[in-house]
């Protein structure tokens, strides 16, 4: 049994390693885009009962900390707001290794606004569901492999990353040329 677990957490521990931060390659082309206001409220999150216990600051801090990270890098000539809403949220507790590993999410509200135009892009907030990413420690349960302030960075970094796949959906948004269509699958009725 203990041979077992320890094959377990050594599996774990390669997997970990194996994990891809993307915030040392160029970021992806959002035209005119330069980070303006970075607003990040969490006094109306939700805490799922089983979760560990966050605060409201922590929750503002690490996800502003994301948020910079993610999109201090864009170089744009225009400046566009983000406000980011902390809905909910459930920190997978300690637990039994493999039988029960329950994991982190976050739930949040992203909005766009125009700094110069003084007005915001997306007509309602743009919801998010953000689970933590398939690790070793997340196969084995976050809470048991993670400190609380680790799942909240890595949650905190998915929900940035996530909040940059939306804002990619629209360059028209940004002086790029809409994105073309996608294609639909052919139906049968269609041949």
Known sequence: MIARIAVLCLGALLVAACQRNDLADPPADLGDFALGLNIVVADHAQKVPISREASVEEWEAVMKKAIDDRFGRYEGTKLYNLGISVDGYALAPPGIPVVVAPKSVV???????????????????????????????????????MSKDEQ?????????????????????????????????PARASDK
């Open 107 to 145: 739930a949040i509200t992203a909005n766009i606004w125009d700094d110069a135009a003084g007005r915001k892009l997306n007509e309602t907030g743009e919801k998010m569901t953000v689970f933590e990413s398939l690790t070793g420690g997340s196969i084995v349960g976050s809470g048991y492999t």
């Open 152 to 184: 909240m960075e890595a949650l905190a970094y998915n929900a940035a990353k996530r909040v940059e796949g939306w804002l990619l959906g629209h360059p028209e948004w940004f002086g790029l040329p809409p994105r073309p269509p996608e294609p639909r």
